[in-house]
């Protein structure tokens, strides 16, 4: 991917965008405001009610707590809008921060980001090359702050608590089911990560790897296709999980569709899918969330940014020490699980941020 500020695409009526606070969509009106603005532009859309709402809900504190500026470009699931479309984000004189997420636009970042040197650019959940030995961050990208997470540290409470439960026969209705399953959007190292920490906790936990059935949504929308989400949560609940674990955004809609028919039971992830859905039998469905607490992440970044303290031209990594990720653990949780699993659940946690367990990762 090249980019250079004459091969810039104009691509607006193609980008759904959403003002909040004082601008009103009004692209003049934002430049005219003394306040720093934030725009984040979303290489797919809001709704997954996990990983980009979890930023949202972040940039949104931000703008109500701490006088940001906020606006949204979703670019939808449509990969071919995705490279004019950030380019065209960029090149507007409309923002202060970009921010943006995922492995999938780290290229994009470092190319344009030493375009724009007047600009800061927030990259989330992977770090750009600043090495620059790809072809891209040819300022060694001293405009961009990455943050990456120990996504594998809550995979292994997942599969700790997974099996916990299972073995416990403390599911209602699923006591004689011993298998859980886990669904991937697509198998690539920040994914793959979930499945690793997945299973350590899983084996930690007293349980068997031949008990963790794992199959990827994949395909041209790994992360945006709810009816192949349902249709592979479904034959694992038909091979006999007691509990389905999502890791795939939108297409983990389906597994909860498919919970309330099977009459089995999920985890959230990214963000409290118990909270974020809003069927009352999807929610029932979900035992706990295993965040990745993106929002909370990036308003953290906000605070820091206005302190001029946020690192940037580095990546951050955070986990559960730095309460970056971690589980629900609420009056559903509560009502579901045990109180000796619970407190099982949370020493292993607290071996995990101690050092005194390391859990493998994908990386």
């Keep these: 991917m090249r980019y250079g500020r004459s091969a810039a695409i104009a691509v607006t009526g193609m980008l759904a965008l959403t003002a909040c606070g004082g601008s009103g969509g009004d692209d003049s009106g934002a430049a005219s405001s003394d306040k720093p603005r934030i725009k984040l532009v979303i290489n797919g859309g809001l709704g997954d009610k996990s990983f980009f709402d979890s930023a949202h809900e972040g940039l949104k504190k931000a703008e109500k707590d701490l006088g940001y500026e906020l606006?949204?470009?979703?670019?939808?699931?449509?990969?071919?809008?995705?490279?004019?479309?950030?380019?065209?984000?960029?090149?507007?004189?409309?923002?202060d921060i970009l921010a943006a997420g995922t492995f999938e636009v780290t290229d994009y970042i470092g190319e344009l980001a030493p375009q724009f040197p007047d600009k800061k650019f927030w990259l989330f959940d992977a770090p750009v090359d600043y090495s620059g030995k790809n072809g891209t961050c040819s300022n060694k990208c001293e405009n961009v702050y990455s943050v990456t997470f120990k996504q594998n540290e809550g995979g292994y409470l997942a599969g700790f608590l997974a099996e916990k439960l299972v073995a416990g026969k403390s599911l209602e209705g699923a006591e004689s089911l011993k298998k859980v399953g886990v669904m991937p959007g697509v198998k690539i190292p920040v994914i793959e990560d979930f499945v690793v920490g997945f299973r350590a906790g899983f084996k930690d936990a007293g349980g068997k790897n031949s008990d963790v059935l794992v199959q990827y949504v994949g395909g041209d929308k790994p992360f945006s296709d709810p009816a192949k989400g349902k249709e592979i949560s479904t034959a694992m609940y038909g091979q006999g999980a007691a509990l389905v674990w999502p890791v795939a955004g939108l297409s983990g809609l389906g597994t909860f569709e498919s919970a309330v028919t099977a009459k089995r039971y999920t985890f959230g992830v990214d963000s409290d899918q118990y909270r974020t859905l809003t069927d009352q039998a999807q929610k029932d469905t979900v035992v706990t969330s295993i965040l990745k607490n993106v929002g909370t992440t990036l308003y953290k970044a906000a605070q820091a940014d206005q302190k001029d303290s946020l690192k940037y031209g580095a990546v951050d990594t955070v986990g559960l020490a730095e309460d970056a990720?971690?589980?629900?653990?609420?009056?559903?949780?509560?009502?579901?699980?045990?109180?000796?699993?619970?407190?099982?659940?949370?020493?292993?946690?607290?071996?995990?941020?101690?050092?005194?367990?390391?859990?493998p990762s994908a990386f």
């Excluded at 609420?330 to 995990?352: G, M, N, S, Y």
Aim: proline share 3%; aromatic share 8%.
């Design 325 to 359: 990720v971690g589980y629900v653990n609420d009056d559903h949780f509560r009502e579901l699980v045990p109180e000796k699993i619970r407190t099982e659940v949370q020493e292993a946690a607290d071996k995990v941020k101690s050092g005194s367990v390391t859990v």
């Design 71 to 95: 606006k949204v470009v979703e670019l939808g699931a449509d990969r071919t809008k995705w490279e004019p479309g950030f380019e065209d984000a960029a090149s507007a004189d409309d923002y």
